[in-house]
């Protein structure tokens, strides 16, 4: 596993949250659970959401790992036509 720290974002308008690596942005995340999947193909976590929601690997902005709510967006807020509902990678990264 690679000891390198993740920021997840604030949600925005649909309730997603981005995450980044350092200037890296890994991807979107509508839960807990597909943010553990994305940190998992990243090799930032091996474990469950148990795991994810206790990392202190994770900077948490504009709420913890509880919070996954539709809230306001902004100017921040990533989205993209034919973005996937449940987990969306950076086309650069593929």
Same mark, same amino acid.
């Given at each position: 596993?690679? $000891?390198?720290?993740?920021?997840?974002e604030a949600p925005c308008g649909s309730g997603e949250r981005r995450v980044c690596l350092g200037d890296e942005? +890994?991807?979107?995340?509508?839960?807990?659970?597909? +943010?553990?999947?994305?940190? %998992? $193909?990243?090799? +930032?976590?091996?474990?469950?959401?148990?795991?994810?929601? $206790?990392?202190?690997?994770?900077? *948490?902005?504009?709420?913890?790992?509880?919070? *996954?709510?539709?809230?306001?967006?902004?100017?921040?807020?990533?989205?993209?036509?034919? $973005?996937?509902?449940? +987990?969306? %990678?950076?086309?650069?990264?593929?």
């Amino acid at each position: 596993m690679v $000891e390198r720290s993740a920021r997840v974002e604030a949600p925005c308008g649909s309730g997603e949250r981005r995450v980044c690596l350092g200037d890296e942005f +890994l991807g979107t995340a509508h839960s807990l659970h597909e +943010l553990t999947l994305l940190l %998992r $193909e990243a090799g +930032l976590v091996g474990g469950d959401e148990l795991d994810v929601a $206790e990392a202190d690997l994770i900077e *948490w902005h504009g709420g913890g790992p509880e919070v *996954w709510p539709c809230q306001g967006g902004g100017p921040n807020c990533w989205s993209a036509p034919g $973005e996937l509902r449940y +987990l969306v %990678r950076d086309p650069r990264r593929a």
